[in-house]
């Protein structure tokens, strides 16, 4: 007979997902985890409202809460979970053992991967069957982030998830409460018919006193049983026909419990995520700033000083990226590659760091120091952006009603990893180099979308060539053109003299010239295509116009510049960018007008991607002139530069 007594629980997972890059394998791993998390959850939370369908749900729900607020200590949860992802059926079966207060085992599997998870009182392994590998981490584990069954709950969710209102439920383990609660507050109603539970289109069934659940939907099914009978545990070591990759303990259970954490955080953020609070700040060097609901951080100074200051003001944003990308999306790029994500970001800063500017790697320390983070694993995630599949666009002359030259950036990257939560524009003053806008994520500081104070504009989109890492990251070519480039001219130098990485395409723009330039670049060419130009992977040249885009977004990029050409402002440069040219995963979209020193900004939140979000109008040489003292007159003083030499 199984003892009772009140512990938190575990889980052991092996899961297997259909095999897809990028974006679309991380949206389905992170719903297929999603869906199995918050079915287990609210697997009995629809309520009815009389006290016997009250009492007949608790009954049938003890099983489960028993378990799940820690109070057996031995059980085993097994079955299947089907969800429809994309219109295709997914199946996963499930199967978890807790053996103790630090022992479990979880397994899931798909057709395409798989994942074994193994812990004991000294030792941690993941195990990815179909890749042949182990990752084994033995010793000690940090505290605050270790997969320790007894207290699991606190640790896997956080205040910025609206699972973390369910939490205490559960650990209460106390089914009559829950039951009340249920059919009281959220009105679960009793089919006496089917014998079910029904709310707002999911139906659960319980069977074998309480002991098997089944949560059917339109879109998911989830069939597990729970049982007192375990099978003897098998040591963490034992993985015959597989390799072993050393870690440290700490490492890989860090990994996964911040992974599982934001995860969580993604799929059902709560209001600290989707209404955070706008808490303007001061700091030596730096100043944060909401400006009709977007983060504005204004720095200054030396690297050192603007790193320190990125830090300061964005500590939570910050560390809620480096979560997404090194933990969350790290875990998923793990189980599809089979290689230890952290390897092969070393592997690549190792490749990329000697042709990063000192100056940037002392800003990256400093920002790491003031974040309370290793040094070398912060220059490590800044080389992360890889693969953005994105849209550009330049129009001016003929093509505008002033001929004034817009120049129109879509990022359509990965909302599913949460970078939304960190989105932040900043407004920087490098000492003794070009002051810039720079449309990015906290904790990163290098650029993909930016324009500077000498009115030159810049946006990419990622193509092939991953690991081809023998040269200047991109995002620090960009970054270095905004600190560097007056003139398009200085540029296409920076790129043509840069060795580059992976295969990259570009808009460059200068509002001073009414010049805009495609850019297509590998390490090993590049090629320049002028405006009006015909290109074969772009199409007809269209007069005064870049475009640059891919497959059907191109065709309707294309076909909305030459519909509205000649009319095309402000407001029409926006709706070019809008849906389908900006895909569902839009991070970001910017319009800049470098004339002017304006751009417009739209980021994506957890329910719409940026093309359906507003745009924020932010005036570089305003904010410029903002800042204190030197900052602001070198900003007026370039201003009557250039204003002298049109």
Known sequence: ???????????????????????????????????????????????????????????????????????????????????????????????????????????????????????????????????????????????????????????????????????????????GTVALLLTGLLKVERDAVAEAWRVGGVTVRFTEAGRSVQVASA?????????????????????????????????????????????????????????????????????????????????????????????????????????????????????????????????????????????????????AKSLGLEPGLAETLNVFPELFHCSGFAVFGTATTNGKLYHGRVLDYMTTIGLQDAATTFIVAPQGKIAFANVGYAGFIGSVSGMNAQSISLGEMGGRGEGLWDGAPMATLMRRALEECDSLDAVKTLWRDSPRTCEYYYVFADGKTNQAVGVAATPESIQFVEPGQGHELLGAGIPDAVVLSAGSRLEKLRARVLERHGEIDAELGQWLMSRPVAMQSNLHNVLFVPEDGILYVANADHKHPAAERPYVRLDLNALLKEMPGPVAATVAAAGESAASAN
């Open 1 to 175: 007979m199984a003892r009772l007594r009140p512990r938190v629980p575990s889980l052991r997972v092996k899961f297997t997902i259909e095999n897809r890059q990028g974006d679309r394998f991380v949206r389905r791993t992170a719903l297929i985890i999603a869906t199995a998390v918050l079915a287990l959850i609210s697997s009995g939370s629809r309520g009815i409202g009389a006290e016997d369908d009250a009492s007949r749900l608790a009954g049938e729900l003890k099983p489960w809460l028993t378990c799940l607020a820690g109070q057996q200590e031995t059980f085993a949860v097994s079955g299947n979970i089907d969800v429809k992802i994309d219109g295709s059926l997914q199946h996963i079966a499930v199967r978890l053992e807790r053996f103790s207060d630090d022992a479990f085992d979880l397994d899931l599997t798909h057709a395409d991967y798989a994942v074994q998870l193994r812990r004991r009182r000294d030792a941690t392994a993941m195990a990815l069957p179909l890749h042949k590998v182990v990752f084994l981490g033995k010793g000690a584990t940090d505290a605050a982030d270790r997969l320790t069954p007894e207290g699991i709950t606190t640790r896997l969710v956080s205040s910025a998830s609206m699972v973390s209102a369910y939490a205490p439920l559960v650990q209460s383990g106390d089914a």
């Open 219 to 367: 879109d998911a099914n989830a069939r597990l049983s729970i049982s007192e009978t375990v099978s003897a545990p098998v040591a963490v070591d034992v993985w015959p026909g597989l390799k072993t990759v050393a870690l440290d303990r700490a490492e890989l259970e860090r990994q996964l419990v911040r992974g599982v954490r934001r995860a969580l955080e993604i799929v059902a953020p709560s209001p600290r995520l989707t209404s955070p609070a706008r808490t303007a700040k001061k700091v030596a060097h730096g100043e944060l700033r909401w400006i009709d609901g977007q983060r504005v951080a204004l720095l200054q100074g030396t690297p050192e000083q603007i790193g320190t200051a990125h830090g300061q003001l964005l500590k939570t944003e910050a560390m809620r990226c480096i979560d997404s990308v090194l933990y969350s999306f790290g875990t998923v790029e793990t189980v599809r590659s089979g290689r230890w994500f952290r390897h092969k970001l070393d592997d690549a800063y190792a490749r990329l760091a000697p042709h990063i500017p000192e100056r940037h790697k002392q800003e990256t320390r400093a920002m």
